[in-house]
Nanobody, 126 residues
Framework: QVQLVESGGGLVQAGGSLRLSCAAS????????MGWFRQAPGQERDFVAA????????YYSDSVKGRFTISRDNAKNTVYLQMNSLKPEDTAVYYC???????????????????WGQGTQVTVSS
């Protein structure tokens, strides 16, 4: 089993920055990729960013490209999401997820991920 714990959420004014962290523990030796998703009230869970664990290849949604940066620290089993130039529409609960090797390689979809964190609230005021 793998446990994912997010941190770093909070309240920030529009234009500000936040850095989210997601620490993985347990059987993390077999990780293909980690991703960030977000879900606003009444909305579906949307893809934000993902990174492959070995090569560090990154993927972003169009809505955050150029403002958010995903990175990972393999030694700490931690993935980060640096969020700059935040907008009120970025307000949501942010979830990190871990995908094992194999299965469907659609990193922009939530279904292929095997483990999820509990989420951290990000609120951007106008």
């Amino acid at each position: 089993q793998v446990q994912l714990v997010e941190s770093g959420g909070g309240l920030v004014q529009a234009g500000g920055s936040l850095r989210l962290s997601c620490a993985a523990s347990g059987r993390t030796f077999s990780t293909y990729a980690m991703g960030w998703f977000r879900q606003a009230p009444g909305q579906e869970r949307d893809f934000v960013a993902a990174i492959t664990w070995s090569a560090g290849i990154t993927y972003y949604s169009d809505s955050v490209k150029g403002r958010f940066t995903i990175s990972r620290d393999n030694a700490k089993n931690t993935v980060y999401l640096q969020m700059n130039s935040l907008k009120p529409e970025d307000t949501a609960v942010y979830y990190c997820a871990l995908k094992r090797p194999g299965g469907i390689f659609l990193l922009r979809q939530p279904t292929p991920y095997d483990y999820w964190g509990q989420g951290t609230q990000v609120t951007v005021s106008s």
